[in-house]
């Protein structure tokens, strides 16, 4: 039994496809609990809360950097400020999600153990409100293990989020906001 020519190419085709989708793939890297902590230090009060299910993402092939996380996983010291921060600030219920998607500015290699600090360009959704982007960020890779970290400064005006007059001398008008993740290969 002979395959015809038409019938190699379709083969040769699929196993072309197969070996690129399998050599793209194993260069993503993956955790689902990263950490996002932002910081409002006021004169009068400092708010921090911190969640450790962050969604991140890096694909090394294409340099796309990806992270999302429930505004509701939140943790803050005092559970009337995360109640207040999910039902007054944030509308967490119609806006249930963070995310930012960007490019890295150069590419590396995270197979090799090495440290590179990089910057981010993209976009950042935020109380429905989607804003450009541009971050520094550190990616240091060692025996196999990718950890990113990166820290922005964010605007609480920029995303709509409304701050009522008799707090708002609590609350910075700018908030630092941390992301860490250390990310596995995606299999």
Known sequence: MTISKRMYKIVF???TVF?????????????????????????????????????????????????????????????????HFNENYMDSDQY????????????????????????????????????PLSASGRIVIKNGKVNASSSFNLTIADYNINVPKVVRDNIAKTVKVTVNAELQPLK
């Not at 409002?40 to 996380?69: F, T």
């Not at 440290?115 to 804003?131: A, C, E, L, R």
């Open 19 to 83: 070996f690129f989708t399998g050599k793209v793939h194993s260069q993503k890297y993956f955790t689902k609990t990263g950490s996002v902590h932002f910081l409002s230090e006021a004169p009068l009060e400092k708010i921090e809360a911190s969640n450790n299910n962050a969604y991140v993402v890096i694909d090394a092939a294409s340099g796309q950097i990806e992270w999302s996380v429930l505004i509701k996983g939140f943790k803050f010291a005092k559970a009337l400020m995360q109640q």
């Open 13 to 15: 085709f699929l196993l």
């Open 96 to 131: 249930p999600k963070a995310n930012y998607k960007g490019t890295i500015d150069k590419g590396i290699n995270l197979s090799k153990d090495g440290t590179y600090d990089v910057k981010t360009s993209g976009n950042i959704t935020i109380h429905g409100v989607t804003k």
